[in-house]
Structures are given as structure tokens and as C-alpha cells.
């Protein structure tokens, strides 16, 4: 199935901090892209606890920390990892072509 789900552009990758995290809009998604050791990984931007936009968090590592209640998540496959987070964000496949950050939203 995902051969038919489009790949939508989100970024240009240098606009991607090297262990940081930004915050931006697909398809009218809030979508928050994350880049750690030179992988870059998409997460939904909004904490599944305290609906705050995680780009206004802290990346260390490959943990995500909610600026509200400091709940982390895995940002390669969106696990919570610290209360009081319990529930997962939602991940998004990555691909980087010509300099640019491609997702697939569906699928």
C-alpha cells in the first residue's frame, strides 16, 4: 500500500537542526521533524499528555521532552519513555530526496 501513498514534501533538510527539533505544517498537519545522528525522524508536533507542540521541547538523544509536564517520547517510533506520558505519538515514514524532507501522512 505504500507504493500508492504519496510522499509530501515538509522541509528542506538543511532547515533540519543537527540534534534539534522544528516544528511545521503538511497537509495541514502540525508536524514535528527531529534529526539525530544524521537521521531525520516526524512525529505529530502535539504531546499525547498535555497537547502542547513538541518542537517547543527538548531533544536529547533520540527522546523528545514535552515542554508542559516534561513527559519524553521515543522519536523513532513515537513510545512513551517517561511518565507521564502513556500513550504514543504518531510516526511518520522520512525520506530525503534532492535536499528535501518528504512524509507519507497515510498509509
Same mark, same amino acid.
Request: hydrophobic share 35%.
Given at each position: 500500500?505504500? *507504493? !500508492? !501513498?504519496?510522499?509530501?514534501? #515538509?522541509? /528542506? #533538510? ?28 516526524? !512525529?505529530? *508536533?502535539?504531546? &499525547? +499528555?498535555? +497537547? ?9 538523544? +533520540? ?5 508542559? +509536564? ?6 523513532? /517510533?513515537?513510545?512513551? &519513555?517517561? #511518565?507521564?506520558? &502513556? ?21
Amino acid at each position: 500500500m505504500s *507504493n !500508492t !501513498t504519496p510522499w509530501l514534501d #515538509a522541509a /528542506d #533538510a538543511s532547515d533540519v537542526p543537527d540534534d534539534d527539533v522544528i516544528g511545521v505544517e503538511v497537509a495541514g498537519r502540525d508536524i514535528a521533524l527531529y534529526k539525530v545522528d544524521g537521521s531525520v525522524f516526524a !512525529t505529530d *508536533n502535539l504531546c &499525547t +499528555h498535555g +497537547h502542547a507542540r513538541l518542537c517547543d521541547g527538548f531533544l536529547e538523544g +533520540h527522546e523528545i521532552e514535552c515542554p508542559l +509536564h516534561q513527559g519524553k517520547f521515543d522519536v523513532r /517510533d513515537g513510545s512513551p &519513555t517517561c #511518565a507521564p506520558v &502513556t500513550e504514543a505519538l504518531r510516526c511518520y515514514p522520512v525520506r530525503i530526496e534532492a535536499g528535501r524532507v518528504f512524509l507519507q501522512l497515510e498509509g
